[in-house]
T-cell receptor, first 117, second 109 residues
């Protein structure tokens, strides 16, 4: 089945630094990838939709200058949390659809737990 | 507004059957997904319903009634490894996924 690889799985960084998270589709091409954030005991929150070869689409309330998204190829999207602060500590998960249909199920990466000290 | 409701937590016994309900109000409907999420891990796809009725897949079944805005996930022969959160998500008319907060299922021996 479709596999989405996300790296790193855990990262601890100091306040003010930047962190890059990679998301790769290993056995399929993904023109669109999705970045979610999940706080403890809460639902997944869509942050942005990453589009290969074009700018990402950000959800309302998500700062595009703080959460930089680059979708450089059909198999790789990156999320960079710039100037991280403790309130950015969260579980970040990427996903992609295996298939061209809009209602194809999402396949998720294993997530990145970010802790900002 | 758009809304997905599912119970926050449920408890069941190993070997038993449990039904997790999900009700929704969304702008249009293009299908309903169920995902399983173990603590600290990403969600994994369980099922997709777009037509009314029951879809069976091994120990797990999912039911949909579009007229009632209602779905349930049925888990049979519960195993300890089924302890996880179960997320209901509806795809609206714009093919955007609306996520429920998840139901934490606790399995007791």
């Amino acid at each position: 089945g479709a596999v989405v690889s996300q790296h790193p799985s855990r990262v601890i960084c100091k306040s003010g630094t930047s962190v890059k998270i990679e998301c790769r589709s290993l056995d399929f091409q993904a023109t669109t990838m999705f970045w979610y954030r999940q706080f403890p005991k809460q639902s997944l929150m869509l942050m942005a939709t990453s589009n290969e070869g074009s700018k990402a689409t950000y959800e309302q309330g998500v700062e595009k200058d703080k959460f930089l998204i680059n979708h450089a190829s059909l198999t790789l999207s990156t999320l960079t949390v710039t100037s991280a602060h403790p309130e950015d500590s969260s579980f970040y998960i990427c996903s992609a659809r295996d298939g061209t249909a809009d209602n194809s199920p999402l396949h998720f990466g294993n997530g990145t737990r970010l802790t900002v000290t | 507004g758009q809304n997905i409701d599912q119970p926050t937590e449920m408890t069941a016994t190993e070997g038993a059957i449990v039904q997790i309900n999900c009700t929704y109000q969304t702008s249009g409907f293009n299908g309903l997904f169920w995902y399983q999420q173990h603590a600290g891990e990403a969600p994994t796809f369980l099922s997709y319903n777009v037509l009314d009725g029951l879809e069976e897949k091994g120990r797990f079944s999912s039911f949909l009634s579009r007229s009632k805005g209602y779905s349930y996930l049925l888990l049979k022969e519960l195993q300890m490894k089924d302890s996880a959160s179960y997320l209901c998500a509806v795809m609206d008319s714009n093919y955007q996924l609306i996520w429920g907060a998840g139901t934490k299922l606790i399995i007791k021996p």
